[in-house]
Nanobody, 121 residues
Framework: QVQLVESGGGLVQAGGSLRLSCAASGRIFKINDMTWYRQAPGKQRELVAQIDLVGLIKYADSVKGRFTISRDNAKNTAYLQMDSLNVEDTAVYLC???????????????WGQGIQVTVSS
């Protein structure tokens, strides 16, 4: 019904930058929250950043001032600009969208496949 595809991950040195994208396709009527999570080995999944339909944004304390979330509603895409990366940012990053499918009225959760971000010291 709906597919989310992430891109932009990879290997970067500490202090560098990466920009992640998450593009949704399928029978989409509306997307409410667009959220980035991350999960490092041996750690719980944590919310990194979230932007809702009207542009309200929240960040994890650990990324405030370094990461910027944005969205392009025409493209059904969320972005995560990550600056001043450090080794603690190394994780698999996953996007989650709350989507209303065409012909439905409920929001449903859809997930991307996850993308690796590795920061070297």
């Amino acid at each position: 019904q709906v597919q989310l595809v992430e891109s932009g991950g990879g290997l970067v040195q500490a202090g560098g930058s990466l920009r992640l994208s998450c593009a949704a396709s399928g029978r989409i009527f509306k997307i409410n929250d667009m959220t980035w999570y991350r999960q490092a080995p041996g750690k719980q999944r944590e919310l990194v950043a979230q932007i809702d339909l009207v542009g309200l944004i929240k960040y994890a304390d650990s990324v405030k001032g370094r990461f910027t979330i944005s969205r392009d509603n025409a493209k059904n895409t969320a972005y995560l600009q990550m600056d001043s990366l450090n080794v603690e940012d190394t994780a698999v990053y996953l996007c989650n969208f709350k989507v209303v499918i065409q012909g439905d009225i409920r929001f449903r959760d859809f997930w991307g496949q996850g993308i690796q971000v590795t920061v070297s010291s």
